[in-house]
């Protein structure tokens, strides 16, 4: 396993991830109230976050991509989605439909990229404008449901509770999107 600063950073998200789920199970006034754990919470989202677009600029921009980076980014990112719709569906600030279709969705296209590697067809299911489009809308609802309060006069949880449902729109889009092209090899296997 190569260690470079893209590895590290993709390395430090995953460790945000008990940090963000942690806060919430620190009694409140051992921060001084929800208001700061919630904004240290959507922080320390925020930081994991910027990680994920940095280590993968860093790594092309050096070139130090490797296979098992190319691995675990995608999985460092969807443990921190996942975590953080856990987190929020026990605040009760998303909708337990969105966060199964979230989920739900992250399981399904790992599933299916997993197999189509195995098969020697992960091009049909490569990353497509729709996926990142997605990662954005949740990468920005969920630090604003995480934060639950107004920002410069501006409801985070109405700011988040629309891009939730926008991300939410895109995860089902962009499934069915990656299962249609995944498609010809999915019959041709099942026959």
């Known amino acids: 396993m190569p260690l470079n600063t893209p590895m590290i950073l993709t390395w430090l998200r995953i460790a945000l991830i008990p940090l963000v789920v942690a806060l919430f199970y620190l009694p409140a006034g051992w921060l001084g109230g929800e208001a700061l754990r919630d904004t240290l919470a959507a922080s320390a989202f ?3 976050a910027l990680t994920d677009w940095f280590d993968g600029w860093l790594a092309r921009r050096w070139n130090q991509t490797s296979a098992f980076g190319a691995f675990l980014d995608p999985v460092a990112d969807k443990l921190m989605v996942c975590a953080a719709l856990l987190v929020l569906l026990d605040l009760q600030r998303v909708d337990i439909f969105i966060a199964l279709i979230i989920i739900g969705r992250e399981i399904t296209i790992s ?3 997993e197999w189509m590697a195995q098969i020697g067809a992960s091009g049909s299911v490569a990353v497509h404008w729709l996926g990142k489009f997605k990662t954005a809308a949740q990468m ?4 604003c449901l ?3 309060q107004s920002l410069f006069g501006v409801s985070s949880m109405q700011v988040g509770s629309i891009l939730i449902i926008v991300a939410a729109i895109l995860t089902v889009w ?3 999107y990656y299962l249609r092209r995944a498609w010809p090899q999915i019959r041709e296997r099942a026959s």
């Open 111 to 113: 599933a299916l990229r």
């Open 174 to 176: 962009s499934m069915f």
């Open 140 to 143: 920005v609802a969920i630090p």
């Open 146 to 148: 995480l934060y639950g």
């Open 46 to 48: 925020i930081v994991a």
